[in-house]
């Protein structure tokens, strides 16, 4: 058991535990907020991986942006919906679905043909933001998805704002 | 070290931790949390896939989970901005309600 193992044991328990809690806790500011410590545990797998612009990525847009955006929508919406009303009255029936998903994941992934491939080592060579970022703009590297994804987020801004904004003398 | 299907064998619990959120929650953003948890556990899979076979050689699993951000940074403005729409004009965020494009 290497130091590494066991930071990744204990931030792959943290960040199951936190789930399960977001998917069982009634009060959807608490959930909101266990989603938080998941991304958190993401972010510290990523560095575990060595992948050290992702683990800024991650902080940044999803706790600091998308997390945020999630708490905000919440506020707004508070008495929407009773808190003893938040999950489904079925929800054994999907309990079970989802751990039949899991069975058949993990079944997929030990019968994999290539199976050695699990138990291979890292591979060399650290990672450099630098060499993401030239790739990024490189016409022979990835320019055609990076500029996809800046069309995409400018649509989703145009439509974000489209729909946000309120239509009045439209019928209500 | 870490073997590789350690990560992998978290990325699917966390995968389904969020299936279930999205099958059981009735809140609307409650299920959009459940498919950001579903992305993350994507992602953990593309990086640690990348990491382990292809680190060497190219960046194709960074760019990958890069555009993936992106997609779920457009998806939460877009999905919190229709719920808000909704809530406003129907008063209510519980997807068993909002059916009004039911036949």
Known sequence: ?172 | MIPLYWFLVLSAILFCIGLYAVITRRNTIAILMGIELMLNAANINLIAFWRYLYAGSNLDGVIFALIVFAAAAAEVAVGLGLILSAYRSKETIVANDLDTLKG
């Open chain 1, 1 to 172: 058991m290497t130091t590494m193992q066991l930071i990744f044991l204990i931030t792959a328990a943290v960040t199951i535990f936190a789930g399960v809690m977001m998917v069982s806790v009634r009060k959807l500011l608490h959930a909101a907020l266990w989603l938080i410590l998941v991304f958190f545990g993401v972010a510290v797998i990523f560095g575990l991986l060595e992948a050290s612009f992702l683990v800024i990525i991650q902080i940044v847009l999803y706790i600091g942006a998308i997390a945020i955006l999630i708490v905000f929508a919440i506020m707004l919406t508070q008495n929407a919906i009773d808190d003893t009303y938040q999950t489904s009255r079925r929800w054994l029936v999907t309990a079970v679905v989802a751990v039949i998903a899991l069975a058949g994941i993990l079944l997929a992934l030990f019968t994999w043909p290539q199976g050695q491939a699990l138990t291979s080592t890292l591979a060399g060579g650290q990672q450099d933001i630098a060499a993401i970022g030239l790739a990024l703009l490189d016409p022979e590297g990835y320019l055609i998805p990076f500029e996809i994804a800046s069309i995409l987020l400018l649509a989703a801004l145009i439509g974000g704002i489209y729909v946000g904004i309120e239509h009045k003398g439209e019928e209500k």
